[in-house]
Structures are given as structure tokens and as C-alpha cells.
């Protein structure tokens, strides 16, 4: 037996190293670039905020990008400055406070050290040199106060951009690896698709969240109860039920995280794919973007045999209701409804 059994070691495959991984990779981000639009009741500023970390924490995010909160006269370089928070959101004694409170939840906080947020041009339209500095000295101050990272926008209307994207990249550097950035400037695709940032609160009419019944003086729309974060939390079948399923099951699961990706079968409206790991279990995505059903018939065509289809595959969600949740599904003859999604899993074999 023990000579069988040191066989079996011998024999097994070797496992592959883990890819290393900075924090923003393991999840997505999520930017409030508006409190008020954020917290909805005419409320809106750091200590507001930091009541609903426990909302952000249950999406599973990586980070908060945040504001511009700094100080900042529309227009006016003396009258901004970006070592201060704007009085209407709170006290640096408030941003500590929230900053601190993320990260026990582990949260990364980001600052957006836009100067200009609230004028015509972000980075002002004379002065250059005097901007650069300013945006120098404050990553330097909230680097060094706890912040995990900065965004800048508009980043096009700055002169001489890259120079000062290269010089204060080196200054995150210097603070630390773990250290994020990102400008968002006209051509974000690639930095979207490595850092997904959800960008659901832009400082110019926001929507209002709807956490529940009580916001609804602040809208003229018609809503209704099922719309509230309050009443979709209550509801398995919602859109945020759904994302909170998703990013659960991203942050638990290897070839989620960070697996091999596949494309399968692609035409008009519709994408297939698979993510897989090593020996992990593998997941299959299916995605049909059209307005009618249609027949997926997944083939595994110019696919390495370690990312190979089987026959049928299980059903982990589906974004329409209907479909039962770990039922066996043939993929040749895979059939999906209008607007459908489908997340399937299936084993791995040796």
C-alpha cells in the first residue's frame, strides 16, 4: 500500500504556480464621483459614505475610487487646492475615519486628484506647471496619509501629459507596489479591461441611489419598490442578487480569477467561453446579446486539450428565472432565451 500510494505522488501532475497578483486584479473597483447622487436624501459627504461600506463590501469589491472631494473654485488655480477636502463633503478627520474603516473591511481607497472638477477645463487652461505641482505634492500628502492609489480624467487636455503621467507613476511606485493608478483619459479600453471600474455616480446628474422607499421624494421618475437596492437585496432573482452571486463566485474560484481564457463559438449577438486553471474545476460562459432566442450548438474547435468541452456541463445561475440551479445541460443542442446569460461549470479530467 505505502509503495503504491509514493507511486501515485510520484505520477500526479504537478500543479501550476499561482499567477502573482496585485489587489486590484482579484476584483472590480467602484467609483462615487458624486456623494450626494451616492447617498440620495439630500445627504452627501465622508461620514454618510462610510456608513455604507457594508453595501460595497457585499459586492466584493477591491476599491473605492473616489471624488474629486478636494477643495476647488470653479476655474480658479489659487482658489484649489488638493491637499484640502471641500468643507461640503467633511474634515480630513472624516476621510481618516473612512479610510480606516475601509480597510478593515478590506477596501482600497482611491482619490480622484482631478484639479479642475468643477470648471470648464479639468486641468485649467494656463499655468501647466503650476497644476503638475500641485497634483505632485498631493499624491505625495495622501500616499503618505494611507490612500491606496489615484485616478486622474480628462487627461487630454493636459499638456506635456505624459511626462507628468510618467513622473507621478513613479512617485505611487515609490510608496509601494500595491500602489494603483490609472488616468481616464479618451482611450480607457485597455485600462478598463484590467481594471473594471464601475462608474455608476459621475459628478454631472448623477442619478440618486435608490437604497430604499425614502429616496424617492428626490426623483421625478416613476420607480418602485423592487428597484430599491433594499427591495432587489430581498429578491434571489434580481440584478443584484445576481452580481453579488457573480462576484462571489469570481473571488472563490482559481479559474475565475485568474484562469486561461477560451473563445468558443462568436456571431452576431452572441459569445461563448471558457475559464479554467490547472486541475480546478473549469466554467463555461455563454452570452446572447440578441433579441431572440436562439440554438448555442457549442463545438470546441482550435481548443488545447486541457480547455476541452464535454458533453454536458452544469448550470451555476442563469440570468433569467426558470432554469434549475445545477441541473446537467447538453451543450450541443443548448438552447438560450433572448437576453440570456448562462454560467456552467464542469469538472476537470485528468
Same mark, same amino acid.
Given at each position: 500500500m ?11 501532475p ?10 486590484w486584479?482579484?476584483?472590480?473597483l467602484?467609483?462615487?464621483g458624486d456623494?450626494q ?7 452627501g459627504?465622508?461620514a454618510?459614505?462610510?456608513?455604507h ?5 457585499s459586492?466584493?469589491?477591491?476599491g ?8 476647488n473654485?470653479k476655474d480658479?488655480?489659487?482658489?484649489t ?5 471641500d468643507p461640503?463633503?467633511g474634515s480630513?478627520e *472624516?476621510f481618516? $475615519? %473612512? @479610510? ?5 473591511? +478590506?477596501?482600497?481607497?482611491i ?6 472638477y468643477?470648471g470648464?477645463n479639468?486641468?485649467f487652461?494656463?499655468?501647466?506647471d503650476?497644476?503638475a505641482?500641485?497634483v ?11 490612500v491606496?492609489?489615484?485616478q ?9 501629459a ?5 513622473e507621478?507613476?513613479n512617485i505611487?511606485?515609490?510608496f509601494g ?6 488616468d ?17 455616480f459621475?459628478?454631472v ?6 437604497w430604499?422607499?425614502?429616496n424617492?421624494?428626490y426623483?421625478?421618475?416613476a420607480?418602485?419598490?423592487n428597484?430599491t437596492?433594499?427591495g432587489?437585496s430581498e *429578491?434571489p432573482g $434580481? %440584478? @443584484?442578487?445576481l452580481?453579488?452571486?457573480? +462576484?462571489?463566485?469570481?473571488s ?6 485568474h484562469g486561461?481564457?477560451h473563445?468558443l463559438?462568436?456571431g452576431p449577438?452572441?459569445f461563448?467561453?471558457?475559464?479554467h486553471?490547472?486541475q ?5 460562459v455563454v452570452?446572447?446579446f440578441g433579441?431572440?432566442g436562439l440554438s ?14 464535454p458533453?454536458?456541463?452544469d ?16 451543450l ?10 448562462l454560467l456552467l ?6
Amino acid at each position: 500500500m505505502l509503495a503504491g500510494a509514493v507511486v501515485i505522488i510520484v505520477r500526479a501532475p504537478r500543479c501550476r504556480d499561482l499567477p502573482v497578483q496585485k489587489w486590484w486584479h482579484t476584483g472590480a473597483l467602484y467609483r462615487i464621483g458624486d456623494l450626494q447622487g451616492f447617498q440620495g436624501n439630500g445627504a452627501g459627504n465622508l461620514a454618510g459614505l462610510k456608513g455604507h461600506l457594508d453595501y460595497l463590501s457585499s459586492l466584493k469589491v477591491k476599491g473605492l475610487v473616489l471624488g474629486p472631494i478636494h477643495k476647488n473654485q470653479k476655474d480658479d488655480v489659487a482658489g484649489t487646492d488638493l491637499l484640502q477636502i471641500d468643507p461640503n463633503f467633511g474634515s480630513k478627520e *472624516d476621510f481618516a $475615519s %473612512l @479610510l480606516q474603516s475601509a480597510k478593515k473591511k +478590506s477596501i482600497r481607497v482611491i482619490l480622484d486628484l482631478t484639479p479642475n472638477y468643477q470648471g470648464e477645463n479639468s486641468w485649467f487652461s494656463t499655468q501647466v506647471d503650476t497644476v503638475a505641482t500641485k497634483v505632485k505634492d498631493a499624491l505625495e500628502f495622501w500616499l503618505q496619509a494611507g490612500v491606496d492609489g489615484f485616478q486622474v480624467r480628462d487627461i487630454e487636455n493636459l499638456k506635456d501629459a505624459s511626462s507628468f503621467l510618467a513622473e507621478w507613476q513613479n512617485i505611487t511606485n515609490g510608496f509601494g507596489e500595491d500602489r494603483w493608478s490609472v488616468d481616464l483619459s479618451v482611450n480607457t479600453e485597455d485600462t478598463a479591461l484590467h481594471n473594471p471600474v464601475f462608474s455608476a455616480f459621475q459628478p454631472v446628474e448623477a442619478p440618486v441611489m435608490l437604497w430604499d422607499e425614502s429616496n424617492f421624494p428626490y426623483i421625478s421618475a416613476a420607480v418602485r419598490a423592487n428597484m430599491t437596492v433594499k427591495g432587489q437585496s430581498e *429578491d434571489p432573482g $434580481s %440584478l @443584484l442578487s445576481l452580481f453579488r452571486r457573480l +462576484s462571489d463566485q469570481r473571488s472563490k474560484e482559481r479559474s475565475l480569477l485568474h484562469g486561461d481564457f477560451h473563445a468558443l463559438t462568436s456571431g452576431p449577438g452572441f459569445f461563448s467561453y471558457i475559464r479554467h486553471w490547472d486541475q480546478n474545476e473549469r466554467f463555461l460562459v455563454v452570452l446572447n446579446f440578441g433579441d431572440v432566442g436562439l440554438s448555442a450548438g457549442l463545438q470546441a474547435s482550435d481548443l488545447p486539450a486541457s480547455a476541452s468541452l464535454p458533453a454536458k456541463a452544469d448550470l451555476l445561475l442563469s440570468t433569467q428565472p426558470g432554469r434549475e440551479e445545477g441541473s446537467p445541460l447538453e451543450l450541443e443542442s443548448l438552447k438560450l432565451e433572448p437576453h440570456e446569460g448562462l454560467l456552467l461549470r464542469f469538472p476537470y479530467v485528468a
